[in-house]
Each structure stands twice: as C-alpha cells, then as structure tokens.
C-alpha cells in the first residue's frame, strides 16, 4: 500500500471515525456534563480574577491551567467514586471527564494574559487624563488615529473606573454600564474573529499533525494519564504504582520545604537551589554570558521533555546552547560585553538573535501551512462529493475567519485610506497567521507550556524601516489590536483548542457536543471575565488591580506606539540579514532531515524567540540524557516503566502549586512564589 493511500485513508472521515471508534472508554457525553463543564469554567474564571488582583496568586498563567489539573483530580478520586455509591446518577464517563478538562484548559487564560487583562485595561486607558498629557504627545500622535467606538470617551467615566465606586454605590446600578456596552461589542467582533482564526487553524492543521506526522501533544497526554480507561476503574492506574508517587513526592516535597523557608515557617536552613545564580558568571571567561545564560530546574518541564522522542528534546537544548554561544562569539568580537548589550522586547526591538528567531518563526509556520493544505488536497482526491464537501468546510472557516479579521480591522482605522489600510491590515493578519502556526506546532510536538514571542510585525516593520512607509493611521491602531490577542501570549488560546481536539479525539467524543459545548464555554467565560473585570475594578478601583495590567502596561503601549509612529532611523540591513539567514535554515534544516535523520530539528531554532526557554532548556537537557539511556539500555519496556515517575514530577509540581495557592491566599503569606509562572 502507497504512503498516499495511507495517508488519504487516515485524513478522511472515515478514517478519522475508525480512530475514533478503535480509541478506549465511551464516546458518550450527556448534557449534565456538558453544563458542569460550563458551570466550571465560569468559577475558573471568577476564583482566577480574584486570586490575580486581589492575592497576587497565579493558578492560569501558563499552557498548563493548575484549577484544571485541580478539578480533573477531584472529579476523578472524590465526585466519581461518591457517584458510584449513588444508584440515581451515573459517574462520569472517560470522554465526559475529558469534555470538562478540556473546556477548563481552553478557558483557563480568558480571564487573565488571554483576553480580561488585556482589553478592560485598554478600553479605558486612551482618555485618561491623568495619562494623556500634553507631554506624552497622545492628543497628536495617537488619539487622532484611534477609532473612538473602541473606548470610553467621557474623562469622568475613566476617572471613576480608576478610583472606583464609594462603598455606598451599588455595582449593577451605578456602574455606567452604556457607556462600556458600545466599546466591548466592538471588541467582541475583533475576539470573535480571531478565536475563530484558531479554532479552524486547529481542524485544518490536526489531521496532519495527528495522523500523518504522529505528534505526541504532551500537554493533551497528561490529563489522560489520569483518567481511567471507560467507567471500570475506580481509580487511575498512574495512581496505583509506587513509581508514580516517587515521582510525585519528588517536587511536592522540595516546593513544600522551599515555600515553608519563604514563609518564614522554618529558619536556619536553606531552600534546596533550583535556579543556579549566574552571578557566579562574573569576571570569568563567561563573563559575556551574563543576561543570556540560565541553569534552573522545572519538575513539570523534566516529565514533559521526557515523553518527546530525543530528537523534539535535544533540539531544545542543543538551540539554546547555540544561542549562547552565538552571544559569547558576538563579545569576543567586540560587539557587546554581555547578553544583555543586545536588546530585545515583546513589542519591536530585535537583535541578531532574535531577528534570526522571528525569520525562523516565519519560514516554520509556512512549511507547517502548506504541508496542511496540501494534505487536505491529498486526502481529498478519492472522496466523494458529500465527503469532499464535510472534509473542506474548516478550510471554508478559516478562510471566512481570515478575511472577518481583516474586515474588522480595517473597519477601525478612521485616519487611513481604504485601500492602504487594507492592504497593511493584509500583511498584519497573514503575518501573525503563520506565526500562530508556529506556537501552535510548538505546544503539540514540544509541550513547552510557558513562552512569549519576541518577534511579530512590528519587529518586522521596524527593521525594514517601514512605520513610515505604513503610516500612524495603520501602525497605531494596529499595535492596539495586537495588544489583545498577540502581545503577552503565556496563555495563547490557539495550542489550547489544538490540545482540546486531541484529547477529544483520542477520547472518541461526541463531536457535535464536544465542540458545542467547548464554543458555550468560552462565550460563557469571555462573558464572565469582562464583566467580572469591570466589576471588581469599580469596587475596589482599577488602580487596585495588577498594577501590570492595569497601571503600567496599557500607557506603556500607547506611548510605544507613539514612539513607533515618529521612528525616523534607517532600516537595519544586519537585523534583516540576520532574519532571512533564520529561514533559509528552517528550510534547509527540513529538507536534511529527510535523509540526515541525526540532523537537528529546527524547532529549537525557532524559539530564539521565546526568553522564557531559559528556565526550561537544562529541564529538557535532563530529560533527553535519561530518556536516551533508558532507550538505549532498557528498551521500549523499561521506558513505559518508569514513565510513570516522570508523570509524577508532572503532577506533583502542579499539586505543590495549588497547595501553596491555597496556603497563601488563607494564610495571607508575602514572598512565597511557588507557581508555574516563576519564571517570569
């Protein structure tokens, strides 16, 4: 049998519904279920915006959701069992425990970096007085450009959003809820379309990546390690075997020893070190390391790497160590004398490094795209029309989602001309498309659940020196735009719904149910979010919340974009140079690896975009030397073995987070940070 033919088979329905039928436990998933997953998601958001802005605790901030891993827990050894007891309701099934995983872990960013944060904050920001003074320059370089249907106009709504209600005032009755209506309904075509955009990437790039290239999707695996098979196990078989609870007690104590040292509970003693303080770097050969370099530990990181083939794994590391050895060559010739002498930054700035990232990102995302589409083509060639028509019809939403986004965007550019706008807006939305590919491609192959992106398009359109070229009518308005979805994506929506189709798939699910529920969820939790958002700020002032969110990061926005609009220097040939080099070896590296299978794969290439891989790439080093020793002197049976203990780091770092959550939102504890967003 012809690869082709394999491939036509596994990409059609009908081999996607033979995959789903071969898969363990029952597809059914009843209504009950899918309003609890619903009712779930809500208090995920609420019990995540009170933690965040009143306790500074972080429980959603990361691909890996701890509320969820929580819930699923409890479901799974409290609500279940209980339920068995029970002769009037049945406990819940594999497939419905995964419905309300996956809808808690699509949701999980919405209230926080996903969307609440991010656009409450900015709808208020560009009127307030006490910001847009006459020497920020916003009444001339920004103001005029923005699109007043986006935001509150009246300075004494701004200014009562920013100090909050008297305490004799009542929420629902004076908080000026017409004037936030016009605004967030405006947005909301914006979100509309870009969660669209994601949804459909997913169905078109999921079979693909699922069926043909067999990604492992490490974040969609680790839920269902611990959910038993069907309704006959009452417990999961992770939780049965000593090697998983080794694994578990390993970060659960070193986290509950280190909090306890922070909360001042225990003295004398000395946390055990995960970070190692390059400090130590310093007036040494390695001298020029220092802002680049990194040596720290991540438990959940470790058993993550550790499901990868070697290949996925060593690539991580191997990049990053590229990476710093790039900076060390680039001090010892002159060029700077530490990491930190080439700048970089989430919204345009890029150095040699970087901009090889964002070349790389871009290259990365278009390969990924094509081999989807022409897979699509490919499987599509033997079906008959009906199937033909079934199969293309995500092809016909994302396209349809695509061109809703540039609408909409070109919609609110009041102080550009059609055609130009819509032209930019064009380039913009493409631009970000493949990007989004990129991350999505690297949450499923790699499961690296912490990351930003320090490339997009204005890094771009900086180092070509086009801000000009664009003009303030389109670039200021866009960075706006961007801010919302794109900016700080730690909990980036697009991987999560390509996770939530994989365990769904896996899990044999009802699809029409499944994705109902999943898309009553996410308007469920976007609703919640942006009113409890609104809520919470009038009662105790926005002034009050994250100062991050809302006091630092909004006005930083819109005086970048001023800065932006007003660039005058020449484009940077080198950053451009540097750019195109990133992707012409992506390509390269993709075509070797056809016949060089020892050839590095480029996904760690791409993340010389993304500062966070510091704190993971030593994880992933360790566990790359284990698997390969394992493989090499144990076999396949040794490694599923000792699988087990590794899924226990998994859980027992997210178990010690929510723990120390717990603790420090009753006992009202400072200085205890033990969560999956140290890193940041």
Not at 365 to 377: D, E, F, N, P, S
């Amino acid at each position: 049998m012809s690869q082709g033919s394999t491939y036509q088979r596994a990409n059609s329905p009908e081999g996607r519904a033979g995959h789903r039928a071969a898969s363990t436990g029952a597809a059914r998933i009843r209504w009950g279920a899918a309003v609890l997953a619903v009712v779930l998601c809500v208090l995920q958001a609420l019990l995540t915006l009170y933690a965040s802005h009143r306790q500074g605790i972080y429980v959603t901030s990361t691909q890996i959701s701890v509320v969820s891993f929580v819930i699923l827990v409890l479901l799974v050894v409290g609500v279940n069992p209980l339920l068995r007891i029970l002769p009037w309701i049945k406990p819940l099934g594999r497939a419905e425990l995964i419905l309300v995983f996956a809808t808690l872990a699509v949701t999980a960013g919405i209230s926080t970096f996903g969307l609440a944060d991010q656009l409450v904050p900015l709808i208020a920001t560009p009127h307030n007085p006490k910001w847009a003074t006459a020497q920020r320059g916003w009444d001339k370089d920004i103001l005029p450009f923005l699109d007043d249907r986006l935001y509150l106009r009246d300075e004494r709504q701004v200014v009562q959003f920013r100090e909050g209600l008297d305490p004799s005032q009542s929420l629902w009755r004076d908080v000026p809820w017409r004037a936030w209506l016009g605004p967030l309904f405006n947005w909301f075509g914006f979100v509309a379309a870009g969660y669209g955009l994601f949804y459909f990437l997913t169905l078109v790039l999921y079979p693909q990546w699922a069926y043909r290239e067999k990604l492992i999707f490490p974040l969609a695996k680790i839920p269902q390690e611990l959910i038993p098979p069907g309704n006959r196990g009452r417990i999961p078989a992770s939780f049965r075997t000593g090697v998983f609870w080794v694994g578990f007690l390993v970060p659960f104590c070193v986290q509950l020893w280190n909090g306890s040292i922070a909360a001042g509970w225990l003295h004398g003693v000395s946390p055990i070190p995960l970070v190692l303080d390059t400090g130590v770097l310093k007036d040494t050969a390695f001298n020029s390391l220092l802002g680049a370099f990194n040596l720290s530990v991540f438990f959940a990181a470790v058993g993550i790497a550790f499901l990868l083939p070697p290949a996925v794994s060593f690539s991580i590391w191997f990049y990053f160590l590229v990476y710093n050895a790039m900076v060390f060559a680039a001090c010892s010739l002159g060029f700077g004398k530490t990491g930190a002498d080439f700048p970089r930054d989430w919204i345009w700035t890029s150095n040699f490094l970087t901009a090889q990232g964002g070349g790389a990102i871009v290259a990365f995302g278009v390969i990924c795209l094509y081999k989807a589409l022409a897979g699509y083509r490919e499987g599509a060639r033997d079906l008959s029309p009906s199937e033909r028509r079934r199969q293309l019809w995500p092809l016909v939403g994302l396209g349809a989602s695509f061109l809703g986004m540039i609408w909409w965007m070109t919609a609110h550019l009041p102080a550009a001309s059609r055609w130009q706008g819509l032209f930019w807006v064009f380039v913009f939305v493409t631009l970000l498309t493949v990007i989004t590919v990129s991350l999505m491609r690297v949450v499923a192959e790699c499961g690296i659940f912490g990351y930003q992106s320090w490339t997009g398009p204005f890094h771009f359109a900086k180092m070509l020196n086009l801000p000009r070229v664009i003009g303030a009518g389109v670039i200021a308005p866009l960075l706006t735009f961007y801010s919302i979805l794109f900016l700080d994506i730690k909990t980036f929506i697009a991987p999560a719904f390509l996770n939530a189709e994989k365990m769904s798939d896996d899990a044999g699910s009802t699809r029409f149910r499944f994705h109902l529920t999943l898309w009553i969820s996410i308007l469920a939790t976007v609703t919640a979010s942006v009113v409890g958002s609104i809520l919470l700020a009038y009662r105790v002032g926005a002034q009050q919340m994250s100062s991050w969110f809302y006091s630092q990061a909004t006005p930083m926005l819109l005086d970048r974009a001023r800065k932006l609009v007003e660039w005058q220097q020449a484009w940077s040939p080198g950053h451009v140079t540097s750019a195109v080099a990133g992707a012409a070896w992506v390509i390269l590296s993709v075509f070797l690896r056809r016949t060089l299978f020892w050839f590095p794969h480029p996904v760690g290439y791409i993340m010389f975009v993304n500062p966070l891989i510091r704190a993971y790439w030593f994880s992933f080093f360790i566990a790359w030397l284990v698997k390969t020793m394992v493989l090499k002197y144990g076999g396949r049976h040794t490694f599923e073995r000792v699988k087990p203990f590794f899924i226990g780091l998994i859980i027992g770092e997210i178990m010690a987070c929510a723990v120390w959550a717990v603790l420090v939102w009753a006992l009202g504890l400072s200085g205890v940070h033990i969560d999956l967003n140290r890193h940041a």
